[in-house]
């Protein structure tokens, strides 16, 4: 069955007008937290470094933290308010009394989740901004990672959540998952300056390292090759995973 | 619309597995336009199985189910558009309005802005919702989701409305109410298919009713004509225990239904019966109901607790 894009967007639809309840609450802590980790860790831990590739330790940061902003916004819709929506409050069953199919409400959600995640990550980026990190206008070459690392996550938690059969599989993603993917994927230090040999590939997987390798070189003007090479890896990647989403979510909403 | 008098729902052998379970059970069904139709059952019966495999959600293992003429394992969406389902649960977004609920859904239905409003505007009323359009779902009560879950399946005008469960949980007063609705609904042409195992709900409200055990259709007509098919045409309702029963009806063929220490028997006249009971228990005579049989009797002989004695 085929993705219907009106029927699709009737699912983003249906998302957006109940954020659109909540919004006024929900931004404000979106322009908070960034302020937060870039006192904190960009200017007060940053006032010990010297710099790091190539510039200041908060100018290093703030890309890196633009894309793990981008990442928490994807991630939080598809995996609690996914299963929610999957289990207890048998949305989807009601979805498909009305002609939308599987395949219409995976899309919309992963297109309601890139929205939160532009929500998220454009919100960090007007802070950073704001504080003279983001050289314009070099720096709004940065934008586009911002969905990227949104289709990264909601790819890779949407396929997690359909097929999570209790609601604390949930904080086994973030805790052994995704806390680990936000200290180690360059957004507080090179990671592959600090390894050799076989490990340089294994880091190579990490899904954040590409996001927030493909921002940084925007920032620093350095855009080449491994940047399309980041580029193609989060397409290739979240395809793959939707492409399973798609046969989860069909299996459990027409078994 | 279909005509009336031609099917809406035609399936024909319809089986659903689940692993080694079987939840329906080569299932031939006829729903007529213009009519409403009960499929009853006890819980576990197969009756949401069925349900799912009309709408186009389930398919069918073998079988094959049309409706308003089209295949709806080939067509499932173009089958959705022009039915709506309302759900044994309430799904709603508890911190939207009942209005922003029929929104949403009428979004789903891809309705356009003007027919959307005018719509929602409609089933405020139809369903009496006005007074509590703007307050969210969450503070409503029981009746009032109720009644929102069904306009909102009603919110894209289908041909076919079906109900699992409908009155489940509500008040004697809402129900009267939704039943009324119903009929309306049936009056203006549109087909109803409704679940329940309230037998005073089919028995008032349907013009045919499919009885469903374990995935089996038991048998199927007009509630009337099936009463007066299958059973005598009074009740007599009284405590007694197997043993009173014995002594009470020995040698008589008439038909009996025991649950526990209650027993039923019916005849065509109970008189005689009513007046062997109170020589029998002389002065102090137990309480005696006598009621015409109705569907439950019908119900209960075809699914639980066996008949004795009779055809």
């Given at each position: ?181 936000f200290l180690f994927s360059d957004v507080f230090f090179p990671i592959q300056e600090r390894l050799s040999g076989p490990w340089l590939v294994v880091a190579e997987v990490l899904p954040l390292l590409h996001p927030v390798r493909a921002a940084r070189a925007t920032f620093n003007g350095t855009l080449g090759w491994q940047t399309l ?27 | ?78 089958v959705r558009a022009r039915l709506g389902v309302t759900l044994q649960e309430n799904v709603q977004i508890e911190a939207l309005s009942p209005r922003d609920n029929l929104r949403i859904f009428a979004r789903h239905h891809l309705l356009p802005r003007s027919r959307r409003e005018a719509r929602v505007e409609e089933l405020l009323d ?98 009337r004509a099936l009463i007066a098919e299958r059973l005598a045409r009074e009740a007599l309702e009284i405590d007694a225990t197997p043993e009173e029963e014995a002594r009470l009806l020995a040698g008589e063929p008439w038909q009996r239904l025991r649950s526990g220490g209650r027993l039923v028997v019916y005849a065509d006249s109970v ?41």
């Amino acid at each position: 069955m085929s993705i219907s894009l009106p029927h699709a967007l009737s699912v983003w639809w249906r998302n957006a007008s109940m954020y659109r309840r909540t919004w006024k609450a929900n931004i404000l802590p979106n322009f908070f937290e960034p302020v937060f980790y870039l006192a904190a860790i960009g200017v007060g831990v940053g006032a010990y470094i010297q710099q790091m590739g190539g510039t200041s330790y908060a100018r290093f940061l703030a890309p890196g933290l633009i894309c793990v902003a981008a990442m928490n916004g994807a991630s939080f819709e598809v995996t609690y308010n996914v299963f929610v929506r999957l289990t207890w409050e048998k949305t989807y069953d009601a979805m498909l009394t009305a002609p939308i199919e599987p395949d219409d409400v995976l899309f919309g959600e992963v297109l309601w989740a890139l929205t939160r995640s532009g929500i998220y990550g454009g919100a960090f980026f007007l802070v950073v901004a704001a504080f003279g990190y983001a050289p314009l206008p070099r720096a709004l070459l940065a934008l586009p990672a911002i969905p990227l690392a949104g289709l990264l996550f909601a790819a890779l938690g949407i396929a997690f959540s359909l097929r999570a059969t209790k609601i604390d599989f949930l904080s086994f993603y973030f805790t052994l998952f995704l806390t680990p993917l936000f200290l180690f994927s360059d957004v507080f230090f090179p990671i592959q300056e600090r390894l050799s040999g076989p490990w340089l590939v294994v880091a190579e997987v990490l899904p954040l390292l590409h996001p927030v390798r493909a921002a940084r070189a925007t920032f620093n003007g350095t855009l080449g090759w491994q940047t399309l090479w980041d580029v193609v890896y989060v397409l290739v990647v979240s395809a793959a995973l939707l492409a399973l989403a798609r046969r989860t979510i069909r299996r459990r909403l027409t078994a | 619309m279909q005509p009336p008098g031609e099917s809406v729902i035609r399936a024909r052998g319809v089986t659903k597995r689940f692993g080694a379970r079987v939840a329906v059970r080569d299932l031939d069904l006829d729903v007529p336009a213009g009519v409403c139709f009960g499929l009853l059952g006890p819980n576990g019966a197969g009756k949401t199985t069925a349900l799912r495999m009309i709408y186009g959600v389930t398919r069918p293992t073998a079988g094959s189910i049309e409706v308003f003429g089209i295949d709806v394992a080939r067509d499932p969406r173009a089958v959705r558009a022009r039915l709506g389902v309302t759900l044994q649960e309430n799904v709603q977004i508890e911190a939207l309005s009942p209005r922003d609920n029929l929104r949403i859904f009428a979004r789903h239905h891809l309705l356009p802005r003007s027919r959307r409003e005018a719509r929602v505007e409609e089933l405020l009323d139809f369903l009496e919702l006005r007074s509590h359009a703007d307050v969210p779902v969450v503070a409503l009560s029981g009746g009032y989701r109720r009644r929102l879950a069904i306009a909102m399946s009603l919110i894209h005008d289908p041909e076919l409305l079906v109900l699992d469960e409908p009155t489940t949980g509500l008040d004697p007063a809402v129900r009267l109410a939704l039943w009324a609705r119903v009929r309306e609904l049936r009056g203006r042409g549109r087909s109803v298919l409704l679940t329940t195992h309230y037998m005073d709900e089919a028995e008032r409200l349907c013009d045919r009713v499919l009885i469903l055990c374990e995935g089996r259709a038991i048998c199927e007509g007009a509630p009337r004509a099936l009463i007066a098919e299958r059973l005598a045409r009074e009740a007599l309702e009284i405590d007694a225990t197997p043993e009173e029963e014995a002594r009470l009806l020995a040698g008589e063929p008439w038909q009996r239904l025991r649950s526990g220490g209650r027993l039923v028997v019916y005849a065509d006249s109970v008189g005689p019966l009513v007046a062997r009971l109170r020589a029998q228990d002389g002065g102090d005579g137990r309480p005696v109901i006598v009621r015409p049989a109705n569907l439950e009797d019908l119900f209960l002989a075809a699914t639980g607790t066996s008949l004795e004695g009779g055809a």
